[in-house]
C-alpha cells in the first residue's frame, strides 16, 4: 500500500491497518449524498470524484482523487451521520476501508494521531477554502481559469509547446469543475484559444500562458499542495 497523501508517517501508518479490501467498477458509486455514514476509505488504485449536486440539479466537482488519499472523512465525530457529498467511481480500482467508529475511538485515545488527523484535516479545508474564493470572486471566467491553473498543478507535464494537462476532459467535465454550464464553458475556452492561451486536441489541454490564467484571478501564487484539484 502507498503511504498517504500529505499525512505523516505515523498517521499513515496507523490508517493502513485496514478492515479490507474493496474493488471498485468504474461509473458506480463507492457513497452517495445523504447515505449512512459508517466507512471511510483510502484509495489504493483507480480514481474518484467528488461532487455535490446543487439544488438545480448541476453537478459541482470538488476534488478529483486517486492513489493515496483518504476520503469519506466528512463525517467522522458526528452523530448519526450521513454522507455530504457523491464519490463516484471514474477509474475502477481498489479501496481499502476503515470502519468510522474504530478510527473514531483511536483518534480519541492516542492525541498525537488526533492533532496530525486534523492538521491533515486542516489543509483540505484550505484547499477547499481557496476554490471556492476563485468561484465566487473571480466570475465564470476566473472559475474555469482557476480550474486550469489547479489542472496544471496536478496533472500538468512541461512541453514544447506549453503545458500538457495529462488528463482527458469533456467541456462538460470542465463545466463541473467550475460550478457552471458547458456552453458557459464552450465559449470560454473560445475565447482562449482566440488568445492564443491555450489549445485543445481530442479533449486535451495545452496551456501556452500560464500567466495569462493567473493575472485573471489576481492569482496569489499558493503551493501546489494547496492549489491542485485533488
Known amino acids: 500500500m502507498q503511504p498517504l497523501v500529505e499525512i505523516s508517517n505515523d498517521l499513515s501508518q496507523f490508517l493502513q491497518s485496514v478492515h479490507h479490501i474493496r474493488k471498485i467498477g468504474k461509473g458506480t458509486f463507492l457513497y452517495q449524498e445523504g447515505l449512512p455514514a459508517n466507512e471511510v476509505f483510502i484509495i489504493q488504485s483507480g480514481k474518484i470524484k467528488i461532487s455535490k449536486i446543487t439544488p438545480d440539479g448541476r453537478e459541482l466537482t470538488l476534488r478529483l482523487c486517486s492513489t493515496g488519499e483518504l476520503i469519506g472523512e466528512l463525517s467522522m465525530f458526528c452523530p448519526a451521520s450521513k454522507y455530504l457529498l457523491n464519490a463516484k467511481v471514474i477509474e475502477s480500482g481498489e479501496v481499502a476501508v476503515i470502519y468510522k467508529d474504530e478510527l473514531e475511538r483511536r ?33 465564470k471566467k476566473g472559475a474555469v481559469c482557476s ?14 509547446n506549453g503545458i500538457l494537462i495529462d488528463l482527458p476532459l469533456t467541456n462538460q467535465e470542465l463545466a463541473n469543475f467550475c460550478g457552471t454550464s458547458r456552453e458557459v464553458v464552450n ?4 475565447d482562449l484559444r482566440k488568445n492564443h492561451v491555450l489549445s485543445v486536441d481530442k479533449g486535451i489541454i495545452t496551456i501556452h500562458d500560464l500567466n495569462y490564467l493567473k493575472m485573471e484571478i489576481n492569482c496569489e501564487n499558493c503551493p501546489k499542495e494547496i492549489c491542485n484539484i485533488e
Open 107 to 139: 483518534l480519541e485515545i492516542d492525541s498525537r494521531l488526533a492533532i496530525e488527523f486534523m492538521r491533515w484535516e486542516s489543509n483540505q479545508n484550505r484547499k477547499m477554502q481557496t476554490k471556492f474564493r476563485d468561484l465566487v470572486l473571480h466570475g
Open 147 to 160: 480550474t486550469l491553473i489547479r489542472l496544471t498543478n496536478s496533472y500538468g507535464q512541461k512541453t514544447p
Open 187 to 190: 465559449r470560454m475556452l473560445s
